[in-house]
């Protein structure tokens, strides 16, 4: 074999190997290309994915933005309401008190004229047993007058109530569904009778009730509201007497609410060392105080 020969016979064999690398090269390239075709497969079901949550988080941001303007004008139309109700009820107020004053001016001028009239009988006839009983007559008129008066009093402080309850209600259902968990609803109701039962003798109403698929929000509402009847609402919760009156909801946790228009600071506080959520007016709607204070707790 000459040289040549040996040279071609070389070449030709460092040709071969060469074409061995090039084939394993060419293979392993191509294992590496479906993978990160797999992986960009991958990433593209990611990225679907992630748009369709956005698209689902923008359309429940504007669901949220547009029912929260509903409340706000909501809000609006019942506080003007309030307002024209509490305009005419201090307009009532006044003309009672003016009718009451001109009463009380004219039982003055015939208590006066009917001591002048008592004087001059005393003196005439001595009928002391009549001037009593005209005495006894007017005493009886004004303790009438004295009573009407109170009761239309309580009339109106009972129909502020009723007007603080109605701007409360609509909100609950929001707070019980997005901010307190008590899952879709399954009935809501205001001012609600119930008897106990195990003894049908009690009744007791209870102001707004939203029972929930996950739990129960029990709302207890104050146009005025005291520390006294934070004391009340806890010592009734703490009572277990609710399952008494709802058997049917007694499977379900009690979410306690306390609402009024405002709250002062220190009945906040006691309502979250009792785990029980102080709703009052916000911004611009109905807003729980101390969300996080009773959600901190262990039975929050």
């Known amino acids: 074999m000459t040289i040549i020969e040996q040279r071609v016979e070389q070449a030709e064999g460092r040709i071969d190997r060469l074409e061995a690398i090039l084939g ?3 293979t392993q390239t191509g294992i590496s290309i479906q ?37 706000r004008r909501a809000m609006n139309k019942r506080w003007g309401e309030l ?19 001109k009463r009380w001016g004219e039982l003055e001028a015939a208590a006066a004229k009917d001591r002048e009239e008592a004087t001059l009988e005393r003196r005439a006839m001595n009928k002391r047993g009549e001037l009593e009983a005209a005495a006894a ?8 007058e004295r009573r009407a008066m109170n009761k239309r009093w309580g009339e109106l402080a009972n129909k502020m109530g009723t007007l603080v309850e109605d701007i409360v209600a609509p909100s609950l259902r929001r707070l019980a569904w997005a ?30 009730l939203y029972a929930g698929t996950r739990a129960v929000l029990l709302n207890e509402t104050k146009s005025n509201a005291r520390s006294e009847d934070v004391r009340d609402f806890v010592n009734f919760l703490r009572s277990g007497e609710f399952a008494l009156y709802f058997p049917e909801l007694r499977t379900l946790p ?45 039975n929050g």
């Open 254 to 298: 009690v979410v306690p609410v306390f609402s009024s228009l405002q709250l002062a600071p220190d009945l906040v506080t006691y309502l979250s060392r009792n785990g029980i959520y102080a709703v009052a007016m916000g911004d611009e709607a109905m807003t729980i105080l101390n969300l996080d204070e009773v959600r901190t707790q262990p």
């Open 179 to 208: 901010e307190l968990d008590c899952g879709e609803e399954r009935f809501f109701a205001e001012r609600i009778t119930r008897v106990r039962s195990d003894d049908p003798s009690q009744r007791r109403e209870f102001d707004a």
């Open 83 to 101: 307002e024209a109700l509490v305009a005419k009820d201090r307009e009532e107020a006044a003309l009672e008190r003016r009718a009451m004053n």
């Open 24 to 26: 394993q090269f060419m």
């Open 35 to 71: 993978r990160m075709d797999r992986s960009i497969e991958r990433i593209e079901r990611s990225i679907e994915r992630i748009d369709r949550s956005i698209e689902r988080l923008e359309a429940a941001a504007a669901k949220d933005r547009e029912e929260a303007a509903l409340e």
């Open 137 to 144: 007559k007017d005493r009886e008129e004004a303790a009438l």
